[in-house]
């Protein structure tokens, strides 16, 4: 499928949101992705459900379509950890997670209370052995937990993952912005997958404007300012990366299927730019401009 023999690269479900997973099967294999990442849990009221419970039809029509493509599910998502009791939730998403053969689970630290957020992430890790699913810690500028050493002591704490976001990465603005990059070459251990998007070097003024463009309107791996290749380049060239680009206007303007091939030229691009600068030594040249 993909160009890049050693590397598997995924189409996330945030770069299609209201693409039902079993149509995102087929929309990665015709545009050459290896992998998805499904969202089992709806993050807004507003979102499009998708019942991937065991037994559901979505979920049988969503293997079917797997297993005639070759296509795999390595993540699911979402859930937000704000201190409130969620195991039945999580426990729920880790169930459909282990039908479709998912690895990871993605989470969001929302919970101000560092120790509660360690003790409730322990608490999932545990939970999620029984699946084969580990929790994915994600640092995310706008919440509570929003930089990478963050995100890697927690995630040290309670003995799961980070998955880093090159937009959150990117638009962190708090203590040690300064150091993310030297933060993310020293817990590569942590991390099993990487998702790439881009966009201007301007970070959006306000709260508000940071979900605006986290949800709905992303750049192309490769057409903004956010030195993409730098970032894949601290990583062994193994490391699974995944588009994760919504963007509410060029989906209409280009379809669904045009979107996704845009997308996974631009992070083949990157790629071999990332594989450029490993060969010719010039990462840190290029993590400087």
């Given at each position: 499928m993909t160009g890049n023999a050693q590397r598997l690269v995924g189409l996330a479900q945030l770069c299609l949101l209201n693409t039902a997973p079993p149509e995102l099967v087929g929309i990665a294999a015709q545009t050459g992705f290896d992998f998805i990442g499904v969202r089992v849990r709806p993050v807004t009221p507003t979102e499009r459900p998708y019942d991937l419970q065991p037994g559901s039809p979505m979920l049988r029509e969503?293997?079917?379509?797997?297993?005639?493509t070759g296509i795999t599910v390595r993540d699911i998502e979402f859930l937000l950890l704000d201190g409130s009791d969620q195991r039945d939730a999580w426990l729920r998403m880790m169930e459909a997670g282990h039908a479709l053969g998912a690895s990871t689970?993605?989470?969001?630290?929302?919970?101000?209370?560092?120790?509660?957020?360690v003790?409730?992430?322990?608490?999932?890790t545990e939970d999620g052995?029984?699946?084969?699913?580990t929790p994915t810690l994600e640092a995310i500028s706008y919440q509570p937990v929003a930089s990478i050493a963050q995100a890697s002591e927690i995630a040290r704490q309670a003995g799961c993952r980070i998955v880093v976001d090159t937009l959150h990465f990117n638009r962190y603005n708090g203590p040690g912005a300064a150091r993310q990059l030297e933060e993310l070459r020293v817990n590569t251990d942590l991390v099993p997958l990487l998702q790439l998007c881009d966009g201007p070097e301007a970070r959006p003024g306000s709260r508000e404007e940071l979900v605006t463009e986290s949800r709905s309107e992303r750049d192309v791996p490769g057409e903004g300012d956010f030195g993409l290749a730098a970032a894949v380049a601290a990583f062994p060239v193994s490391l699974p990366v995944?588009?994760?680009?919504?963007?509410d206007r060029r989906v209409a303007e280009l379809g669904e299927l045009g979107w996704a091939r845009?997308?996974?030229?631009?992070v083949d691009a990157v790629l071999a730019q990332a594989g450029s600068l490993q060969l010719t030594g010039t990462v840190d040249a290029a993590a400087a401009k």
């Open positions: 969503t293997l079917s379509r797997m297993r005639d689970v993605t989470v969001a630290g929302a919970d101000p209370d560092t120790a509660r957020l003790h409730t992430l322990a608490r999932m052995r029984g699946f084969g699913i995944s588009a994760e680009a919504p963007s845009l997308l996974k030229s631009g």
